[in-house]
């Protein structure tokens, strides 16, 4: 491997990782929204049910309410996860480009790089596929 593709290749990782954090990170800040309005709406309804309110309506809205915001909460974490391990593909190519002279410690910080793109790709689909499979047991009729 020549060093001129050594460096465009991770040039080409470092545009990818940066894409895919502005991407998690907006959809985590759209995700906390979500959550924080949920969390408003359960603290109402929290105070009808310490009152003794024993509307069925309410007490229901209350457990919908508490089992959006456990889904979401379990997606947000998801992203973190995304989001940890892009920073430190981010990082370790940060430290092959500028960092390291050497061809041969390049190389193989460049593999493990890989090695570490592979994981976070498998992740990503994993979160994708546990998404998209609750996103279809929501809209079943």
């Known amino acids: 491997m020549t060093q001129e593709l050594l460096n465009t290749s991770v040039d080409d990782i470092i545009n990818l990782v940066l ?5 998690l990170f907006s959809l985590f800040t759209l995700l906390y929204s979500f959550i924080f309005s949920k969390k408003e709406q359960l ?15 309410i007490r229901q809205r ?12 379990v997606i947000t974490n998801q992203m973190l996860v995304l989001i940890g391990f892009l ?21 193989l910080l460049f593999k493990i790089d ?11 689909i994993i979160s994708i596929v546990r998404i998209l499979k609750k996103y279809f ?3 079943r009729l």
């Open 87 to 107: 920073s430190i593909v981010l990082s370790l190519n940060i430290v092959i480009k500028y960092f390291i002279n050497e061809l041969s410690k390049q190389i």
């Open 62 to 73: 209350h457990k919908e309410a508490f089992s959006y915001i456990k889904k979401i909460r």
């Open 137 to 139: 047991q929501t809209i």
């Open 43 to 57: 603290d109402i309804l929290d105070e009808g049910v310490n009152k003794g309110c024993n509307n069925i309506l």
């Open 19 to 23: 894409v895919g954090l502005g991407v």
């Open 114 to 124: 890989l090695i570490l793109l592979f994981f976070l790709f498998v992740l990503a």
